[in-house]
């Protein structure tokens, strides 16, 4: 089966497995809160239904409020609303945070009491947290 960055390219694998369509998708990195992403040539399989065409998949070593091996469904993006959870970057490091930017701060929340300050680049939005059975 080949394996797909994204979904415009020229031909999509798709298995049907209970009549739900999975589509095997490369990782794009995994994620290890606080430290650089790390580099993977593993795939998973989603949802079809779950996985736009834009979107990259992401898969989670270790992060506050989510589980090892959590796939994130992210949308890049460097831009994101008060709240919305997201993947940032400060240097090299990746974090799994909400994003806080109100009253001229910009931060991000691990907790609601406990934020990282500091300059954030902001890579994308989580639009769905997949945890694999």
């Not at 399989?45 to 992060?63: C, D, W």
Request: aromatic share 4%; charged share 25%.
């Amino acid at each position: 089966m080949e394996l797909i960055n994204t979904l415009d390219e020229q031909e999509l694998r798709v298995t049907v497995l209970s009549g739900v369509s999975l589509l095997q998708v490369r990782i794009h990195a995994e994620i290890e809160h606080g430290k650089p992403l790390l580099e993977t040539s593993e795939s998973a399989f989603v949802s079809s239904e779950v996985l736009e065409g834009h979107e990259l998949l992401y898969r989670v070593r270790r992060a506050p409020d989510v589980e090892p091996g959590d796939l994130l469904i992210v949308e890049p993006r460097s831009t994101a609303a008060t709240g919305e959870l997201v993947l940032a970057t400060r240097g090299k490091n990746v974090y799994l945070a909400h994003w806080w930017a109100k009253h001229g701060r910009e931060e991000l929340r691990e907790h609601p009491h406990k934020s990282l300050t500091g300059k954030f680049q902001i890579l994308g939005a989580v639009n769905l947290i997949v945890r694999p059975q």
